[in-house]
């Protein structure tokens, strides 16, 4: 089944992601941060996203469940091109980042000047960290303010270091990424994606490659991200994070979106049997 | 017995020949290096064309003798009446520039498979990375993934760097005086094979040394990032914590 909420573009999902105790607050002034239409990704015969529309409304903090295979790293590495779309249409803060087909039978990005221009506004949070190895930490951070968005070095040093604060190693931005746990490297990455100033952060299970007992330290700044009322789309494990952050959950299920809607509503009583059998089978 | 003053008398005698020796090694590999980069880069370009010339450019100068192609480049370029009439000509008709030539394909071909594995090595989730930070194809290898490529190559280069170094030898074969040039030349006038070559030898050998040392501070400077940290930083860090 294909998302019941997300019929009319422009009315995002007022009926399910957005009840809660959240709703009236977030109901007023929504503007569309992301907009997925009609995404498919093939690859070679393997169809792993097939058809996918979601609209994220700035604010929303968005969590992406499925088993392994389901097609949710790949939907969210499609969002910033990172992945070529075989079909579909991506739209980041009002602007859809303009296509054509590549010689592979995939879409490419028709002006890969825009595409980089719309990919400033989405930070990108990875498993792996992907922290640039032979820069530290505070010049892991400083990069693309000052080398793809041209901003004063001064000002990009002080916001970087704010950041850093923020996330908890500014004790450590001289050292190098291999010098850090993973937490640390991970809380590095977060405060790389924000120098950037994005409109929305994508997370790809960002606790995934953590010792169990560093998750809580990534999680804890992700929360606070969430409670200023960034636009988030996590893929993610942590029902955890899923239940009590997020005031949105998708679950895909074979590249579909089996469920959607706010985290009281589907984990209470999901009229998915599927998501409730995926959610009966997590550890608590 | 070793006659040490004919010894010092066969040091002043090529100590001359040191400045050609640099010159010849370090302009080829400072142009060879380019060649490198662009092989490299065209055997990664997944253009069948652009790879299979630098394939078959590969394939020809790794497969034969520096000699040959050191002959080839000397004498075989002014059987070309276009290359003879060419405003190139009183560069190539010298053998200075000929060694050059033939040093700079040579190293630039050896260079390229080092480059190659060196590209090849920087991890694919730094550059996506980069890709997601909106960074241009350009700026993603400037700023990330040559100087990660130059770090992985660097060891394997700076050996490319002393074998071209003992490659100058060769170019005292067209006429030029560089240390073995000048040895030769010695040994023709003294019959003394020995002490002349051992002289020469041991300039080759002081040269690499200082080279190997450059380049070992060098990959020591370019690799603190992998380096463990100094156990003082690792103590203040956890008296911090």
Redesign the interface.
């Known amino acids: 089944m294909a998302s019941p909420s997300m019929t009319q573009p422009g009315v995002p999902d007022q009926d399910m992601a957005l009840a809660g105790p959240f709703a009236d607050a977030q109901m007023s002034d929504q503007k569309t941060a992301i907009s997925i239409r009609n995404l498919h990704k093939n690859f070679g015969d393997v169809e792993v996203l097939k058809g996918i529309d979601i609209d994220v409304a700035e604010g929303q903090v968005v969590s992406i469940l499925g088993s392994s295979g389901s097609g949710k790293s790949t939907l969210l590495r499609c969002v910033?091109f990172?992945e070529s779309p075989t079909m579909g249409e991506i739209t980041i803060a009002g602007e859809t980042i303009r296509t054509r087909s590549g010689n592979n039978g995939d879409l490419e990005a028709a002006d890969?000047g825009q595409?980089?221009?719309?990919?400033?506004n989405?930070?990108?949070v990875?498993q792996?960290?992907?922290?640039?190895?032979?820069?530290?930490v505070l010049e892991n951070v400083m990069?693309?303010p000052v080398?793809?968005q041209k901003r004063p070095v001064a000002e990009c040093h002080d916001e970087a270091c704010a950041y850093l604060e923020k996330v908890g190693i500014y004790?450590?931005r001289f050292?190098?990424?291999?010098?850090l746990s993973g937490g640390q490297q991970q809380r590095a990455?977060i405060a790389?994606?924000l120098a950037?100033h994005p409109k929305v952060m994508l997370f790809d299970e960002p606790t995934s490659a953590l010792d169990p007992e560093l998750v809580g330290e990534v999680l804890r700044v992700m929360r606070a991200l969430a409670d200023e009322g960034r636009t988030m789309l996590v893929v993610t494990h942590e029902m955890g994070f899923a239940r009590e952050v997020s005031n949105r959950v998708i679950f895909l299920e074979q590249g579909w979106i089996e469920e959607d809607g706010a985290p009281q509503t589907v984990f209470g009583a999901s009229r998915s049997a599927r998501f409730r059998q995926f959610i009966a089978a997590q550890p608590h | 017995m070793i006659d040490f003053p004919f010894m010092y008398e066969a040091l002043m005698r090529l100590l001359p020949g040191i400045p050609m020796t640099l010159q010849l090694a370090f302009i080829a590999s400072a142009f060879g290096v380019f060649f490198a980069l662009a092989a490299a880069l065209m055997q990664l370009s997944g253009n069948v064309v652009l790879r299979s010339v630098a394939d078959f450019y590969v394939f020809c100068i790794r497969g034969t003798p520096l000699l040959i192609q050191i002959f080839l480049i000397y004498y075989g370029m002014g059987q070309f009446d276009f290359i003879r009439h060419s405003f190139m000509w009183p560069i190539l008709r010298e053998p200075y520039w000929c060694a050059i030539f033939a040093l700079m394909f040579n190293t630039g071909a050896y260079g390229s498979q080092i480059v190659r594995g060196g590209l090849l090595s920087v991890p694919r989730g730094q550059v996506e990375a980069a890709r997601s930070c909106g960074m241009s194809q350009v700026l993603i290898y400037r700023r990330i993934i040559l100087p990660l490529a130059i770090r992985q190559a660097l060891p394997a280069y700076g050996n490319e760097v002393i074998l071209l170094l003992k490659a100058t030898s060769l170019a005292s074969i067209i006429t030029l005086m560089e240390i073995t040039g000048l040895a030769a030349k010695m040994i023709s006038e003294t019959y003394r094979v020995v002490e002349v070559f051992l002289v020469a030898g041991s300039l080759y050998l002081l040269i690499n040394f200082i080279l190997s040392r450059g380049v070992a501070v060098l990959e020591k400077r370019l690799m603190r990032h992998t380096a463990a940290e100094r156990p003082s930083s690792r103590i203040a860090a956890r008296g911090a914590a």
Do not use: D, I, Q
């Not at chain 1, 595409?115 to 400033?120: A, G, Q, S, V």
């Open positions: 910033n990172l890969m595409l980089n221009r719309l990919r400033t989405v930070g990108m990875f792996g960290f992907n922290l640039w190895s032979h820069k530290t990069e693309a080398f793809v004790e450590k050292s190098y990424p291999a010098h990455a790389r994606s950037m």
